[in-house]
């Protein structure tokens, strides 16, 4: 066990004082909330490296992620919030509900996988 110098025991001293000072607590709170925040951007999405090398992509990289997080933070938000404004059925889920169709929450829910946006090459692509 080890004993600081006077000078740094003191500083150390006066700076757990001031920590319980209220003026300090309410600056710490505002930290706390940003350090989350970066916390999740960097452990949560990856953030600690970049996937580009140029600033303006790097910045794209960053700008994109940061919508993405906010995304995940709304849609978090539970529906009796006051934050919370539920969207309109769309016309498919109108015309569902007037047939007494089952409508699931996410596609996800149904086993159905997407199409591809761009088809496969087909047998005819792969004979050239």
Known sequence: MGFYPRE??????SARAEQQTPAWKSRYA?????????????????MRRCRYRSRDRAHAQ???????INVERISAQAPGSPGHHPRQPTAFQNYLDHRGLPRPRKWRATGLTRTPRFPTDSASDRAR
């Open 8 to 13: 740094l025991h003191e500083l150390l001293a």
């Open 30 to 46: 505002m930290r706390a909330g940003v350090e989350s925040t970066i916390n999740e951007f960097v452990h949560g999405h990856g």
């Open 62 to 68: 960053h700008v994109l992620t940061a919508i993405a």
